[in-house]
C-alpha cells in the first residue's frame, strides 16, 4: 500500500508539472510528453481529467503554431499539421473514454461537445496537411491525412456535427486519396474513396485513369479494359486510354476492334498525327499494306523526321515481297516484281535506321534480308556483322 501511495504521488505530481506547463504557454512539448507517459499507465488510461489535459496541451501547441504561420514567422508547417492531426487522434480516443456507460448503461459524455465544435473548425487542416504532403511527395502520409479527414463524419466524437463529406473540399480528398494510392502503386488505396472521388468532375479523367491503373494492379483485365473504354468514350483526347487500348487490342489481335476505336479518335480530330500513325499501324496489322502506305506518304510529307511512318511504310512494302516470295511457285509471280518491293522498301527502311539507330530489333531483318536478296554486298556485309553481334548481345 505504501508503494501505491508512492506511486500516486509521484503521478499527481507530473500531472501537477503538465498542468502548470500548459498554463504558462511554455514548455508544450514536455507538457505533452507527460501526459502520454500517464495515460500509457493501464491505471491513468480511462482518466478524462488527464485527456482533457493532453487535449489541452496540443490545443496550444497548435494554437501557437497557428498564430506562427499567420505572422509569417519562423516555423516548422509540417509540425503544424502534425499537431492538428494529432489532436483529432487525441480527441477520438478521449471520445471512446468518455462514452463507456455507467454502471446502469446509461452513457453521459461529458466533453464530447466541447472538443467536437473546436476540432470541426480546424477539419480542413487535415485537407490542408495533406496537401502540403503531396507537394513534399510524401504520399504515403498525405494519404492518411486525407483518409483521416474522409472518416471523420463516422466517428462517434461527431455525432451530430454538420459534416458533408461529399462537400468540394471531401470530394477533392477523395480524389487525392486516389492520386496517393496511385502514386504508391496500391490498388486498395487507391479504390478505397473513389466512388467520392468520381464526384469531382474536374478530375474525372484522371479519376477514371486511376480506376484502371488500380484494375491492371490487379490483374483484372476485363475491368481494365471497361475503364479504358468508358475513360476514352468519355475523355477521347486525354492521353491515357487510346494508347492503352490501341496496345490490348494489338496484343489480342483484335484488328476490328483496333480500327474502330482509331477511327472514333480520328472522328474527333482528324488532323492527328498520333491517330492517322496508329491506323497505319492496324492497316499494317491487317495485311491493308497499300491503305498503310498511303498514310504514311502524306505522314512523312507533313514531317520527314517521323521515324516510325518509314518503318510502317518500309515494314508494308518488305511484307508483300516476303508473301509474294511465299506465292511464287503456286502462282508464277515472276522475280522482278518481288525486287521491286524490295526496292521500294530499301529507302523507308533504311531512314528509320538514320532516325532510330537503337532499333536494332525493328530495322536489322529486313535490311539483311533486302540487301541480300538485292545482292548488295558491302552493305550486305555491315549488316551481317551487325545482326550477329546483336545475337551475341541478346542470347
Known amino acids: ?11 499527481k505530481k507530473q500531472i501537477s508539472q503538465a498542468r502548470d506547463y500548459i498554463k504558462s504557454g511554455k514548455n ?9 507517459t500517464q495515460l500509457a499507465d493501464s491505471a491513468q488510461r480511462n482518466n478524462l481529467k488527464v485527456w482533457q489535459l493532453l ?3 496540443l490545443t496550444a501547441q497548435y494554437e501557437h503554431g497557428n498564430e506562427q504561420l499567420y ?16 489532436l483529432f487522434e487525441a480527441g477520438e480516443s478521449m471520445d471512446s473514454v468518455d462514452m463507456q456507460p455507467d454502471d446502469e448503461g446509461r452513457v453521459h459524455t461529458k466533453y464530447r461537445a466541447r472538443n467536437a465544435a473546436y476540432l470541426v473548425r480546424i477539419l480542413p487542416n487535415l485537407y490542408y496537411g495533406g496537401v502540403f504532403l503531396v507537394n513534399k511527395k510524401n504520399y504515403k502520409l498525405a494519404y ?8 471523420v463524419s463516422l466517428k462517434p466524437l461527431f455525432t451530430g456535427m454538420r459534416i458533408d463529406s461529399t462537400s468540394s473540399m471531401g470530394v477533392s480528398a477523395a480524389y487525392w486519396t486516389m492520386y496517393c494510392g496511385f502514386k504508391m502503386g496500391s490498388a486498395p488505396l487507391i479504390m478505397r474513396h473513389h466512388q467520392l472521388a468520381e464526384k469531382d468532375t474536374s478530375q474525372l479523367a484522371f479519376v477514371m485513369q486511376y480506376e484502371a491503373e488500380a484494375y491492371e494492379i490487379m490483374n483484372d483485365t476485363q475491368k481494365y479494359v471497361d475503364c479504358l473504354r468508358k475513360g476514352f468514350n468519355r475523355y477521347p483526347k486525354f492521353p491515357f486510354f487510346f494508347p492503352r487500348l490501341m496496345e490490348y487490342y494489338d496484343k489480342t489481335m483484335q484488328n476490328d476492334s483496333a480500327l474502330a476505336l482509331v477511327n472514333r479518335a480520328l472522328s474527333v480530330d482528324s488532323t492527328s498525327q498520333f491517330y492517322r500513325y496508329a491506323k497505319s499501324s492496324v492497316y499494317l496489322n491487317m495485311g491493308r499494306y497499300e491503305d498503310c502506305i498511303d498514310i504514311c506518304d502524306k505522314l512523312i510529307k507533313e514531317n520527314e523526321n517521323l521515324a516510325d511512318a518509314y518503318y510502317n511504310a518500309g515494314l508494308s512494302y518488305f511484307n508483300m515481297a516476303i508473301e509474294l516470295d511465299k506465292m511464287r511457285q503456286e502462282s508464277r509471280y515472276n522475280r522482278r516484281r518481288i525486287l521491286e518491293l524490295y526496292n521500294k ?17 525493328n530495322w536489322i531483318s529486313p535490311l539483311y534480308t533486302i540487301y541480300l536478296n ?16 546483336y ?5
Open 374 to 389: 538485292l545482292n548488295m554486298g558491302k552493305k550486305f556485309d555491315e549488316i551481317d556483322n551487325i545482326r550477329n553481334e
Open 55 to 57: 487535449m489541452d496541451a
Open 28 to 36: 508544450l512539448d514536455k507538457a505533452e510528453s507527460i501526459l502520454r
Open 144 to 151: 492518411d491525412y486525407f483518409d483521416h479527414y474522409l472518416s
Open 1 to 11: 500500500m505504501v508503494l501505491v501511495s508512492v506511486s500516486a504521488v509521484a503521478q
Open 391 to 395: 545475337k551475341r548481345n541478346h542470347k
Open 345 to 361: 522498301a530499301l529507302p523507308y527502311l533504311e531512314t528509320y535506321r538514320k532516325l532510330a539507330p537503337d532499333r536494332q530489333d
Open 71 to 86: 505572422l509569417k514567422q519562423k516555423y516548422d508547417t509540417l509540425t503544424f499539421f502534425t499537431t492538428a492531426r494529432k
